[in-house]
């Protein structure tokens, strides 16, 4: 017998007791003050940060706050603005614009931009540059869309052994959307493309506070012109069909489909074709993992200078389950329906499986619509919980490369790439 | 036998008596207070048709840094580029760590601190912010 039955059966005493020395009136009052005494569910609020161990929470665990344009989202920081998406908006493939998350580097972001005055502007070493307004990218171009997955390159930070600082995020920096918008090739051949360029650059509106020539001036970042990912770049002016909010980019962004979204310039306004190496901090110094498998390393080699590393750029394939989500249980016998995401930056996931048994053995999902190579795909299965009691359920993704999500922990110091397969806990109690 | 009818009908009745109030005060009717307006939502911005486009300014709610010599500081320099939430967002982290952190926020990104405001700043976060002295 738990405590809480244990309680609740001498609660049953006292009432029966009201009710033989005189009725339900004294039974009432004896069994409220009783109940008062003992309430069964305790609210608290979460903690206010994690660590030393891993975030044991699916999001990260800052409070809520209403920014423009967004519902309430998680706040990790305010300035510059860092907001986290909470599981549940990942129930489907397209994440609403305004549960999208935010991650800016540089406290000077837009408030307000006039669209009288912006152009986005192709320079550098070009032979034609050029200065487009808004509604000559919409009508001089021809518009594509593509559905795709932007992530932070630190999403799930929280979950690496040893922690590393940087923003403390749970699983929640990523979002999937139809992207609508210019083929950055075609720009690029308007402009007419030097013979002897080496990297295309993107700066978007945002600046900070430190001095010129440093990262906290201003965000940069490069491809190499002899990218492939750059012919299926697409300068974005819709997100989901619908202007870019203020913080996700507006008015128009950089997607680079199966990259981080540290390529993914906001407010992009600059795209600057160079014939020399991109030196900035942001290329040189930060975003780079260790050339490792999965850019996994240890603190001891990389105190030792032993790690050699390289710009990121893709992302590795996950899997999420997004309900049930732990935070109330299951009847045992009924038959519900598990449902999640999968994406990967190498090409489609075709596979996604749950194991009940802690990885021996796996059952596949049924996979939802395919809306491309580099969007969110959702899955789904039917599932009865056999018995009463605590139950492991554990996903995993495989993507169109054979490339199978790993049951390994990653470790670098720039909290990049976690991709480990993920648990949910589901508690599921007695039906009778 | 109809007085043993009647016995068991009020015994059932007392006992559903019993039993409706046992689980209706168990089941229902728990509040607890709480704060008024913890998340307001935000009025709408006046919008007019010309071709500004524009936001309200970006909420600030800050963070409470723990009282101690060097707080000022952090608050004052600090701020300069980011919030000081950007410190306590962070998991406890070893003295090394923060030292190494407020290096590079100099060197990397230009903060010019003073040396010895370096300094005091560093202690201060090695003094409440690592594995051995964060509170709750």
Same mark, same amino acid.
């Given at each position: 017998?738990?405590?809480?039955?244990?309680?609740?059966?001498?609660?049953?005493?006292?009432?029966?007791?009201?009710?033989?020395?005189?009725?339900?009136?004294?039974?009432?009052?004896?069994?409220?003050?009783?109940?008062?005494?003992?309430?069964?569910?305790?609210?608290?609020?979460?903690?206010?940060?994690?660590? @030393?161990?891993?975030?044991?929470?699916?999001?990260?665990?800052?409070?809520?706050?209403?920014?423009?344009?967004?519902?309430?989202?998680?706040?990790?920081?305010?300035?510059? /603005?860092?907001?986290?998406?909470?599981?549940?908006?990942?129930?489907?493939?397209?994440?609403?614009?305004?549960?999208?998350?935010?991650?800016?580097?540089?406290?000077?972001?837009?408030?307000?931009?006039?669209?009288?005055?912006?152009?986005?502007?192709?320079?550098?070493?070009?032979?034609?540059?050029?200065?487009?307004?808004? &509604?000559?990218?919409?009508?001089?171009?021809?518009?594509?869309?593509?559905?795709?997955?932007?992530?932070?390159?630190?999403?799930?930070?929280?979950?690496?052994?040893?922690?590393?600082?940087?923003?403390?995020?749970?699983?929640?920096?990523?979002?999937?959307?139809?992207?609508?918008?210019?083929?950055?090739?075609?720009?690029?051949?308007?402009?007419?493309?030097?013979?002897?360029?080496?990297?295309?650059?993107?700066?978007?509106?945002?600046?900070?506070?430190?001095?010129?020539?440093?990262?906290?001036?201003?965000?940069?970042?490069?491809?190499?012109?002899?990218?492939? /990912?750059?012919?299926?770049?697409?300068?974005?002016?819709?997100?989901?069909?619908?202007?870019?909010?203020?913080?996700?980019?507006?008015?128009?962004?950089?997607?680079?489909?199966?990259?981080?979204?540290?390529?993914?310039?906001?407010?992009?306004?600059?795209?600057?074709?160079?014939?020399?190496?991109?030196?900035?901090?942001?290329?040189?110094?930060?975003?780079?993992?260790?050339?490792?498998?999965?850019?996994?390393?240890? &603190?001891?080699?990389?105190?030792?200078?032993?790690?050699?590393?390289?710009?990121?750029?893709?992302?590795? /394939?996950?899997?999420?389950?997004?309900?049930?989500?732990?935070?109330?249980?299951?009847?045992?016998?009924?038959?519900?329906?598990?449902?999640?995401?999968?994406?990967?930056?190498?090409?489609?996931?075709?596979?996604?499986?749950?194991?009940?048994?802690?990885?021996?053995?796996?059952?596949?999902?049924?996979?939802?619509?395919?809306?491309?190579?580099?969007?969110?795909?959702?899955?789904?299965?039917?599932?009865?919980?056999?018995?009463?009691?605590?139950?492991?359920?554990?996903?995993?993704?495989?993507?169109?490369?054979?490339?199978?999500?790993?049951?390994? @922990?990653?470790?670098?110091?720039?909290?990049?790439?976690?991709?480990?397969?993920?648990?949910?806990?589901?508690?599921?109690?007695?039906?009778? | 036998?109809?007085?043993?009818?009647?016995?068991?009908?009020?015994?059932?009745?007392?006992?559903?008596?019993?039993?409706?109030?046992?689980?209706?005060?168990?089941?229902?009717?728990?509040?607890?207070?709480?704060?008024?307006?913890?998340?307001?939502?935000?009025?709408?911005?006046?919008?007019? %048709?010309?071709?500004?486009?524009?936001?309200?300014?970006?909420?600030?709610?800050?963070?409470?840094?723990?009282?101690?010599?060097?707080?000022?500081?952090?608050?004052?320099?600090?701020?300069?580029?980011?919030? %000081?939430?950007?410190?306590?967002?962070?998991?406890?982290?070893?003295?090394?760590?923060?030292?190494?952190?407020?290096?590079?926020?100099?060197?990397?990104?230009?903060?010019?601190?003073?040396?010895?405001?370096?300094?005091?700043?560093?202690?201060?976060?090695?003094?409440?912010?690592?594995?051995?002295?964060?509170?709750?």
């Amino acid at each position: 017998m738990s405590v809480a039955d244990r309680s609740f059966s001498r609660r049953g005493i006292f009432k029966a007791l009201g009710v033989m020395t005189g009725g339900i009136t004294l039974g009432r009052w004896l069994g409220s003050s009783a109940v008062a005494a003992q309430e069964p569910v305790q609210t608290k609020a979460i903690e206010t940060f994690t660590g @030393p161990g891993a975030n044991p929470h699916w999001n990260s665990v800052g409070p809520y706050v209403a920014e423009p344009q967004k519902v309430p989202l998680i706040l990790l920081t305010d300035r510059p /603005v860092q907001l986290e998406t909470p599981r549940h908006y990942f129930r489907t493939a397209f994440t609403p614009n305004e549960a999208f998350y935010v991650r800016w580097h540089l406290e000077g972001i837009p408030n307000t931009v006039d669209l009288k005055d912006w152009k986005l502007q192709i320079e550098g070493n070009v032979n034609n540059p050029l200065a487009l307004s808004l &509604p000559e990218l919409m009508q001089k171009f021809k518009p594509v869309s593509l559905a795709a997955v932007n992530q932070c390159s630190g999403n799930s930070r929280s979950r690496l052994q040893p922690r590393v600082p940087g923003g403390q995020w749970g699983n929640g920096a990523m979002g999937n959307a139809m992207w609508t918008g210019v083929r950055l090739r075609a720009l690029l051949e308007v402009a007419g493309v030097k013979s002897d360029s080496l990297q295309v650059q993107f700066q978007g509106l945002e600046n900070g506070q430190g001095p010129k020539g440093l990262g906290s001036n201003l965000f940069l970042k490069s491809l190499d012109l002899g990218n492939p /990912v750059l012919d299926e770049c697409i300068v974005a002016y819709l997100m989901n069909g619908e202007p870019l909010p203020m913080l996700n980019g507006f008015p128009v962004r950089l997607v680079v489909p199966g990259y981080f979204a540290t390529y993914w310039t906001k407010s992009l306004t600059w795209i600057r074709v160079l014939n020399s190496p991109d030196e900035n901090f942001w290329m040189k110094t930060a975003y780079r993992i260790p050339d490792t498998p999965r850019g996994n390393t240890n &603190p001891e080699d990389m105190k030792a200078g032993k790690v050699k590393t390289v710009p990121i750029e893709r992302l590795p /394939v996950r899997s999420f389950l997004i309900w049930p989500d732990g935070t109330s249980k299951i009847p045992a016998g009924m038959n519900i329906r598990l449902q999640g995401i999968a994406f990967s930056g190498f090409g489609r996931v075709n596979r996604v499986e749950v194991s009940e048994d802690g990885g021996k053995t796996w059952l596949p999902a049924e996979l939802g619509e395919d809306h491309g190579p580099y969007s969110f795909r959702t899955w789904g299965m039917s599932w009865t919980a056999k018995s009463q009691g605590r139950h492991t359920l554990a996903v995993r993704a495989t993507d169109e490369k054979g490339i199978v999500q790993p049951d390994e @922990p990653v470790w670098n110091a720039g909290g990049y790439l976690w991709n480990m397969i993920e648990r949910q806990e589901i508690v599921v109690g007695k039906a009778s | 036998m109809k007085k043993r009818v009647l016995a068991i009908f009020l015994v059932m009745c007392g006992l559903m008596m019993v039993v409706a109030v046992v689980f209706a005060d168990l089941k229902k009717g728990y509040y607890r207070p709480a704060e008024l307006g913890s998340l307001r939502q935000t009025a709408l911005i006046e919008l007019s %048709p010309d071709s500004n486009y524009q936001v309200s300014a970006y909420p600030v709610p800050g963070a409470d840094l723990v009282p101690g010599d060097g707080r000022q500081e952090v608050q004052t320099y600090c701020n300069t580029c980011h919030s %000081p939430i950007y410190v306590t967002m962070q998991p406890p982290l070893p003295a090394a760590t923060w030292e190494a952190e407020v290096n590079k926020m100099n060197k990397a990104y230009g903060a010019a601190i003073p040396e010895d405001t370096t300094q005091k700043i560093i202690r201060y976060l090695q003094a409440h912010y690592t594995v051995e002295n964060r509170t709750p």
